[in-house]
């Protein structure tokens, strides 16, 4: 089974500090893809990255970055200068590859981020 | 190019009444899942369809049910309502199954009384 745990709950920084999203992650699978969504009060979950297990490189978009480890099976997100517009619930997710149509999406239990002006 | 959208967009029902949501995936996906998101139970996997066939099936009920047309909208239906089916009901499009990147609608909120 897939599993997908972020610890931390809840996290407020004073804008303009950097902040660290963990997830950390359990699959039987060989392949697999990890996934960061953004969900802002309005509801809708915003896709912000995709990574492919094979692929551990890290990724720097703007003022996100992602850092993958397959060795300890996290992909942590982090913000750097946070702003105000980054204040939302933030999930991490995996999806299988194992069979054709096993493609759901397992959530972890989502990151409040609250960035205090 | 339009996202996801979902209809309606809050919907109030009482215990025992049944409910049809409805989803547009974005133009040319044609892989549409839908999940269910509740403070208790976070978000879990309903069902997914493509080409009108359902490929996967969370752990729901039976009350949980679902259908794709063959333009790719798809609706899901929810019967005998119970207060516990009060959620956001997320709807999220890919262009085909396996590898694809999902993205999600607005949103249904759904509130039972």
């Known amino acids: 089974a897939q599993k997908v745990t972020q610890a931390q709950t809840e996290i407020s920084v004073v804008e303009k500090e950097d902040v660290t999203l963990d997830c950390v992650y359990e699959?039987?699978?060989?392949?697999?893809?990890l996934f960061w969504y953004k969900q802002p009060p309005s509801g809708e979950l915003v896709f912000l990255i995709r990574r492919n297990s094979f692929d551990e490189q890290n990724e720097i978009s703007g003022r996100y970055s992602w850092n993958f480890q397959k060795s300890t099976s996290s992909f942590n997100f982090t913000i750097t200068a946070s702003q105000v517009v980054d204040s939302a619930v933030y999930f991490c997710a995996l999806s299988g590859f194992a069979n054709f149509g096993n493609e759901k999406l397992t959530f972890g239990t989502g990151t409040r981020l609250t960035i205090i002006p | 190019k339009a996202g996801v959208t979902q209809t309606p967009r809050y919907l109030i029902k009482t215990r025992g009444q049944q409910v049809t949501l409805s989803c547009s995936p974005i133009s040319g996906h044609r892989s549409v899942s839908w999940y269910q998101q509740t403070p208790g139970q976070g978000l879990q996997f309903l069902f997914e369809y493509f080409s009108e066939t359902q490929r996967n099936k969370g752990n729901f009920p039976g009350r949980f049910s679902g259908r794709q047309f063959s333009n790719s909208r798809s609706e899901m239906n929810v019967s005998t309502l119970e207060l516990g089916d009060s959620a956001l009901y997320l709807c999220?499009?890919?262009?085909?199954?396996?590898?694809?990147?999902?993205?999600f609608g607005p949103g249904t909120r759904l509130l039972v009384l």
């Open positions: 999220a499009s890919s262009q085909a199954i396996g590898r694809e990147t999902q993205y």
């Open positions: 699959t039987r699978d060989t392949t697999y893809y």
